[in-house]
């Protein structure tokens, strides 16, 4: 890969450079996964060979506990070569969405799977037919002992598994169902245009979807404006086709939901991980009763940034303006580390190794490069970060922070657990992140005196359980809306949509706020919609992070937290959290969060009187 030779940050650089001209210590390194296309080639060739073995197993689950183990043990073989080709294709694809070779690896693997998720479709109506004395006297047999986790996982499904034949006709037509969200990826990753807009220093620079929050953070209030004006426009060209797209995905998670014998959408997406509807409703009321405080913040905000009016493009630019964010990616790692040394040297230096030498993360943007963040582990490879780090916004340390989270969670469960009981659920994955977080931002408040940089610490913390615990909390209500819309017959238009958004807009941001007419289209550019009730983990994760980080920086024990990440998924995520000391069941976590935002904006308001 060719050397880019640019000498500016990549965070002020004026345009997004080629993948090609990214410099390959600033990339992730995929050979852990494959050391060359080729190799990704010839494991595919593999595994269109290996599957079609399942069939020996067909009708014959049911004989002994001997074969219904061997037929799991396939099962897994199978799987673990899938994760690892899908790995490898999907950050490909990351890297460049209009790479046309590597948008074909990934087709042809997304084809193949269809094939295999019906030769394999079989599987779960056979588990799920033996009689249930037969099976609770198997789970007892020393045979099926590594299995025992994931079959009583599964067996908790039986209301919902359909006959073999059913479950074939779900497998085949998954892809064409779902094909939504690649239409929605690829509209708004590749071929949408954002144009360009001059900075607060005059230069022109590009606007995508990533430097989108990059522009939100100037001082120069007539440059967060026309970045959001010019933005939404290119939104607003194209709102017809996103709307519809948005309803074709409401209308697959009802249409599954329905065909598994659901009660709703949500229910269904609650069910896998035995979370209770109370925890998702909980949550809901319990941020509605606290908006005061949000209202509050926004009249600070306001008054502190001189602004006659406040708009959402005013929400994002730190309050305290005359505090350096120039942080190299360098600088970034360093202060995330130093944050995190309450969780030990086991911890901190895997993470140093992964960050710098390692290549675990591809860094900075490039041209048709997927927007935003992740984090992407599988069993046997380093758990990846995908970033569009830029130097000059400080929330994206926090982001790394964030993604490191999710990564050494991956790190420590591949480490402690079983293939089939390593993969925590989502609900999960949001504690882990949002917890360094929470510890980076006590680190920063207690290595600084200084009362700007103080208030700027704080105001950073704010935004980001502003961002995390009410904003996330507003998508989850817009997703229960429009799926109990859909649910009840109603329809879901591109003036639906902007009709339920403005309502819970009015809602969360309060009687004194000035929402433009564009924003009541941000819902229908929000990636997470495709993966539906998704957005409430976020929420309920924050909650939970905050009570475990004050847990270990009160008492100077991680054990506890340690012994959280490498449980995996070995148990349900809501039993997990209360072993480590949190009763998500309960309200309060949600509460006491919220506090910890209320207390902050009176700080705020102190420092700054």
Known sequence: MPIHLHTESPGSAASVPLRSEVRAEDTWDLTPLYGSDDQWEEDFRTLQAEYPGIEGFRGSLDSSATCLR??????????????????????????????????????????????????????????????????????????????????KKLRR????????????????????????????????????????VR????????????????????????????????????????????????????????????????????????????????????????VRKHLPPLYRYFGLRKKLLGLSEIHHYDTYVPIVGDVSTDVPWDGAVDRVLAALTPLGEEYTKTLDHGLRGGRWCDRYENKGKRSGAFSSGSYTSPPYIMMNYKAD?????????????????????????????????IFLAEVASTFNEILLTEHLLRTT?????????????????????????????????????????????????????????????????????????????????????????????????????????ATGDASRYLSFLRSGGSRFPIETLAEAGVDMSSPEPIAAALRLFERRVAELEELLA
């Open 70 to 151: 061997d037929a799991l043990e396939m099962e897994k073989a199978v799987d673990q070569r899938i994760e690892k080709l899908h790995h490898y294709a999907s950050l490909r694809v990351t890297e460049d969405s209009s790479n046309s070779v590597a948008l074909d690896r990934e087709a042809r693997l997304d084809s193949l799977l269809v094939r295999i998720g019906e030769a394999f479709s079989f599987l779960s109506p056979e588990i799920q037919a033996i009689p249930d004395g037969q099976f609770s006297a198997w789970l007892a047999d020393p045979v099926l002992a590594d299995w025992v986790i994931p079959l």
């Open 157 to 196: 499904l039986k209301p919902h598994t359909l006959s073999a034949g059913e479950e074939r006709l779900l497998a085949l037509g998954s892809a064409a169902v779902r094909g939504h969200a690649e239409t929605f990826s690829q509209l708004t990753n590749v071929d949408m245009k954002f144009g360009a």
């Open 199 to 286: 900075d607060g220093q005059g230069r022109e620079r590009e606007l995508t979807q990533s430097s989108f929050s990059s522009f939100l953070q100037q001082r120069d209030g007539a440059v967060r404006r026309a970045a959001f004006h010019k933005f939404y426009e290119e939104f607003q060209a194209h709102q017809f086709t996103i709307a519809s797209s948005l309803a074709s995905s409401v209308r697959a998670d009802v249409f599954y939901a329905r065909a598994r014998n659901y009660p709703s959408a949500l229910a269904s997406a609650l069910f896998r991980d035995d979370v209770p509807l109370s925890v998702y409703d909980n949550l809901i009321s319990t």
């Open 393 to 425: 916004v400080f929330s994206d340390v926090y982001t790394l922070a964030h993604e490191a989270g999710h990564s050494m969670h991956t790190w420590y469960a591949t480490r402690s657990q079983s293939y089939q009981n390593y993969n925590y659920p």
């Open 449 to 553: 005196d200084d009362r700007r940089m103080r208030a700027y610490i704080i105001n950073r913390q704010i935004d980001d359980l502003r961002g995390t615990l009410y904003r996330q909390t507003m998508f989850a209500e817009f997703e229960k809306a429009i799926h109990a819309a859909e649910e009840a017959g109603e329809a879901l238009t591109l003036d639906a949509f902007k009709r339920i958004y403005r309502g819970l807009l009015d809602a969360y941001f309060g009687p004194d706020f000035a929402i433009d007419e564009e924003l009541e289209i941000e819902g229908l550019r929000i990636p997470h919609f495709y993966g539906a009730f998704y957005v409430y983990k976020y929420a309920t994760g924050i909650s939970a992070a905050v009570a475990l980080a004050d847990q270990v920086l």
